[in-house]
């Protein structure tokens, strides 16, 4: 397959970026064509970030589907589509070409169809990572059902939270997922979600660690018995279902500064576009080539850069079922050096994780096939950059620093690998379509270079969020309401005196923990659960391996006893309300929270006390309690 818009030379990438912005309409259409259309679109684009409206080839027939299977049967039909790598290093590899991928994809469209799944159902998919998870995914678009992918780290109640804000009725899910030495008991964990709930249909069960399972009479389905029912002798038929352009694809679930997550929404046709065309270019991606996304398909980063950016380019993408650190440190470079990668993507955690073991677990790895490597989800520091260039990259690829969000469906600003220049820890340059801008705090947009503010995007490109799911007022909100005319990213940035961008970290409250996502306040509701819990305050700090750490001031009833009982009763809570990633890493008890009169709790002290810097708190005066720094400031942890 050619990318006819892939960017070849730094002079290309000016004149595409050029021309993005001169006629968005012109160049998105000239792209699209490159795509299988059921109907071509009437209009490129309409829009209004008021509202905000936004719509990308109107009146266009598609299923991404016939995008990433059908159209690659013919010439790639016996390309790998998938290698899939076994948690455990001695069970076999599977390889699923883009025949077989179709074949299992069509097959189980027609069990969900056999289940009553039916156009625009949500349907919940809670799986490990195997292949049967990108063909769950798959199967729903293919017949226009809206899958809505849970990370297997989630807890029950976190998944009843989600089933119940997206109206499922389906649940697609393993009996358990093995993840390094541990074995998640996925079927369980949607038991207890489904305690009480009256509305799911049908729970399909697929096996995978064979943990025993309670299936439930009518309503839990074994995925295997299933596909013996719709089991034909020669292929199985299952016509892509026709989408609008504008149509749900997904909904994923992020967290924001309020406590609740919200679905961003992802449409048909734009965001395959996208997912496309930075796939492509960032990772200059070469038929052929195997890509190797290390995120897990239960984040956007999985979703884009492990299923439909690659898989519509036709490309070899690689699941990988473990942790980096499970049989040992060295376990990405086995995968690297066993498959014989080209393109890595991953995270600046794993690679700060990976960098404490030391280089004795990289040492006597081939790494010589690779091409490109990937950082995303939080800024690189220039240590661990340095370190992923010189001893993984052995200084001749090319690493992309990647920025971008859920909201976004893929890449924004980025260097192009190989043609455009890298400068550690910065995301370097937008990708054409993305018209970013620096704000300070009263919405004013800062010119010039060697400057700082918040980052917004002024013009929208094919992957912006459409809707937050079933409250469209929220995304107007959060994302479109701050300032005028723009999608505000959440994000503090500075442009350098060329005109380079470095992502500084969020500027709401919302963490980045191991480059996922989570909301201070959505911990403290959590935390607020436990019995013995007054009211509790949640910030970041700064942490060597996970980027930010989470650190909870509580307010805590200790009448019952032992604090360090107590503590870690706080952190079961956590894990029970939302999942072992949102688990505190430190919690301190106060006696009781710094708040202005008006009783807002003033965080920015809290954040410094939490940092270690508190030889300057600044203004502490309007507190209503001033005394209590002091006190919280002693018992730091
Ligand atoms: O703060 C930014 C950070 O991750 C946030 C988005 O998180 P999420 O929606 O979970 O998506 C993560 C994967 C795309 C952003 O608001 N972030 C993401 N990539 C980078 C980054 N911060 C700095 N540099 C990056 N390359």
Redesign the pocket.
């Known amino acids: 397959m050619s990318y006819p818009y892939q960017i070849k030379t730094l002079e290309g990438y000016k004149s595409d970026y050029q021309k993005s912005v001169e006629d968005p309409e012109e160049f998105w259409g000239n792209i699209a064509e490159s795509f299988t259309w059921q109907k071509k679109w009437d209009k490129v684009l309409d829009w209004n970030f008021k509202e905000p409206s936004i719509k990308w080839f109107q009146g266009g027939k598609l299923n991404i589907t016939e995008n990433c299977l059908d159209r690659h049967l013919e010439k790639n039909g016996n390309t790998p589509a998938i290698i899939w790598e076994s948690n455990d290093p001695d069970e076999h590899h599977r390889v699923l070409t883009y025949k077989e991928l179709h074949f299992k994809v069509v097959q189980f469209a027609n069990v969900l169809k056999n289940n009553g799944v039916k156009k625009g159902d949500r349907v919940c998919v809670y799986m490990g990572m195997i292949p049967e998870l990108a063909i769950a995914t798959l199967a729903c678009a293919r017949i226009g059902a809206v899958h809505s992918v849970i990370f297997g780290g989630f807890s029950a109640q976190a998944i009843a939270d989600r089933l119940e804000d997206a109206k499922s009725e389906f649940i697609i899910t393993c009996d358990g997922a093995y993840r390094g030495a541990k074995d998640i008991p996925l079927k369980s964990v949607i038991d207890d979600a489904l305690v009480g709930n009256h509305t799911i249909k049908k729970v399909i069960v697929c096996t995978r660690t064979r943990t025993p399972v309670s299936m439930i009479k009518g309503r839990d389905v074994w995925w295997e018995d299933e596909i013996k029912k719709v089991e034909t002798h020669g292929n199985p038929d299952c016509p892509a279902e026709m989408m609008d352009a504008e149509d749900i694809l997904f909904i994923l679930y992020?967290s924001g500064s309020t406590g609740k997550p919200k679905g961003v929404v992802h449409t048909v046709a734009g965001y395959m576009i996208w997912a496309n065309y930075t796939f492509v270019n960032v990772f200059q991606y070469q038929q052929g080539q195997i890509h190797f996304c290390t995120?897990d398909i239960g984040?956007?980063?999985g979703h884009s850069y492990i299923l439909y950016g690659p898989l519509s380019a036709g490309g070899t993408s690689l699941i990988f079922e473990g942790v980096p650190t499970w049989p040992d440190a060295g376990r990405f470079w086995d995968v690297v050096d066993k498959f014989k990668v080209n393109i890595l993507y991953t995270a600046p955690t794993a690679i700060r994780s990976l960098m404490g073991f030391g280089l004795e677990y990289v040492n006597g790895k081939d790494l010589s096939s690779l091409k490109v490597l990937g950082?995303?989800?939080?800024?690189?520091n220039e240590e661990a950059w340095h370190w992923f260039h010189k001893n993984i990259g052995k200084e001749k690829c090319p690493i992309v620093?990647?920025?971008?969000?859920?909201?976004?469906g893929g890449v924004m600003i980025?260097n192009i690998a190989d043609v455009t220049p890298s400068k550690p820890s910065f995301?370097t340059l937008p990708l054409p379509g993305i018209q970013p801008c620096l704000v300070d705090e009263n919405g004013v947009e800062i010119e010039g270079n060697n400057v700082s503010g918040n980052l917004c995007i002024k013009f929208p490109w094919p992957g912006i969020i459409r809707t937050t799911y079933n409250d469209h007022e929220r995304c107007r909100q959060t994302y479109f309401s701050t300032y005028e005319n723009k999608y505000f990213?959440?994000?503090g940035c500075s442009r350098d005196e060329i005109g380079n961008y470095r992502?500084t970290?969020?500027v709401d409250d919302?963490l980045?923990v191991s480059?996922?996502?989570i909301g201070t306040a959505e911990v403290e509701n959590a935390i607020n659960m436990h019995a013995g819990v007054i009211e509790s305050a949640v910030v970041g700090y700064p942490h060597d391996i996970k980027g930010q750490g989470i650190y909870a001031y509580v307010i805590y009833d200790g009448s019952h006893g032992d604090a360090n009982l107590s503590k870690q009763d706080i952190i079961q809570t956590v894990s029970r309300i939302i999942g072992p990633i949102a688990k505190p890493d430190k919690i301190q008890f106060v006696p009781g929270l710094p708040k202005t009169r008006s009783g807002k709790i003033m965080r920015r002290i809290l954040r410094k006390i939490a940092e270690g810097d508190t030889s300057n708190l600044g203004d502490t005066s309007t507190l209503l309690d001033p005394s209590l720094v002091d006190i919280i400031k002693e018992g730091r942890i």
């Open positions: 992020t995120a984040w956007i980063t950082s995303v989800g939080e800024p690189i620093d990647t920025w971008w969000q859920t909201e976004t980025s995301a990213t959440g994000d992502i970290g969020r919302v980045n480059g996922h996502r």
